[in-house]
């Protein structure tokens, strides 16, 4: 758990935009002596572990102006860290001009899948030749028995197309067919895609690789070789764990509350 030194403030988790508006909160008078926790969750949504020390900090005789002051400090330290993990490189696709200091698209995909440990998480809108696009990938699930991944894709209807949702699904499975290993990834789809009311559809657009919980790469290109090799294409190869685990959570809440859904037939 970490905590700032001397008055322990338990902020794991904490963003430095929660810790400056209970700051706010405490200057502008609208939390008072009696500090309470439930007075600070009704400002801004803190963990309970927060709350209850700002409680404790006020009743030992810590003035509002004080805390606001400590969570100040609390927030910098929070931004600190982050600038510190958040270390970027800018990943690019297409002609590159001498003075470019940029990483190749394709370079970096292959790196990523084949360094994977534990899981790969892609997201991506249109996936064209799955067999080279995704040969590093698999070849990296078939030889480390631990890792799992997930791969999130557009499936849409086509204007005019009024067939069964089962049946635009199956097409879609069937189109992935030559997946190149022999242990396959999870593909989810986003439902929406294929509704037959053109103001409730939507498109799955998010572009981004997300490996170990440690890296994130958010691309604006596909997975096709258009993309990734002759496309002029722009992403962000992120070393952080904090927006490795932001980015996951993401995912992760869509597929418990079932907005998106397992492919079948895959």
């Known amino acids: 758990m970490w905590t700032l030194p001397d008055l322990p ?4 988790g904490v963003s430095a935009a929660t810790l400056r508006l209970l700051a706010t909160a405490c200057r502008s008078g609208q ?50 860290r982050l600038e510190r993990e958040a270390a970027a490189e800018l990943v690019w696709s297409g002609p590159e001009t001498e003075y470019a200091r940029s990483r190749d698209t394709r370079v970096v995909l292959d790196e990523l899948f084949s360094s994977a440990t534990r899981s790969v998480l892609v997201s991506t809108y249109i996936v064209q030749h799955i067999e080279r696009v995704f040969s590093v990938l ?17 499936v849409e209807r086509k204007p005019g197309d009024t067939r069964l949702e089962a049946s635009l699904l199956h097409e879609f499975a069937s189109s992935l067919a030559r ?27 998010a572009k981004c690789v997300l490996v170990d919980d440690q890296v994130a790469f958010v691309t604006s290109a596909n997975f096709t070789e258009w993309a990734q090799e002759r496309n002029v294409e ?17 995912f992760d809440s869509l597929v418990r509350s079932k907005a998106v859904k397992r492919l079948p037939g895959f």
Request: charged share 20%; proline share 7%; hydrophobic share 50%.
């Open 138 to 154: 698999a070849a990296r699930l078939d030889a480390v028995p631990a890792l799992s991944a997930r791969i999130f894709m557009n």
């Open 234 to 250: 722009a992403g962000a190869l992120i070393r952080s764990r904090h927006f490795a685990s932001q980015l996951r959570l993401q």
């Open 179 to 205: 997946w190149p290993g022999a242990r396959r990834p999870e593909i989810y789809y986003d439902p929406r895609g294929m509704s037959v009311d053109p103001d409730r559809r939507a498109s799955w657009h």
């Open 9 to 12: 403030l338990r902020i794991d």
């Open 31 to 80: 939390l008072v002596t009696p500090l309470t926790a439930f007075a600070a969750s009704k400002v801004a949504s803190c963990a309970p572990a927060l709350a209850a020390d700002l409680e404790r900090l006020n009743r030992e005789g810590m003035s509002p102006h004080h805390i606001a002051l400590l969570l100040d400090v609390a927030a910098t330290a929070v931004e600190a």
